[in-house]
């Protein structure tokens, strides 16, 4: 049994760092060969089958719990 976090559950909360950790590791600011959007399609995509809504929804919910995107960005 999961515990949740208000409506989250941890099992999402884990899934969303690393879908971050994932993210940040090959996102490059300023450079438009490696975007966001560039990584979930040929990175996230690959590893955990989500919609790019679900991609944007994990990454706020992994800013919203560890602050560390709007650092990153």
């Not at 490696?34 to 990454?59: D, E, G, H, M, Q």
Request: charged residues 30%; contains cysteine; proline residues 3%.
């Amino acid at each position: 049994m999961t515990k949740t976090d208000g409506k989250t559950k941890t099992n999402t909360i884990l899934r969303a760092k690393i879908v971050y950790d994932i993210a940040m590791s090959y996102y490059k600011p300023g450079r438009q060969d490696r975007c966001l959007l560039w990584v979930y399609r040929n990175k996230v995509s690959k590893i955990y089958p989500i919609s790019v809504a679900t991609f944007w929804r994990y990454l706020r919910l992994a800013e919203s719990k560890y602050g560390e995107i709007s650092d990153k960005k």
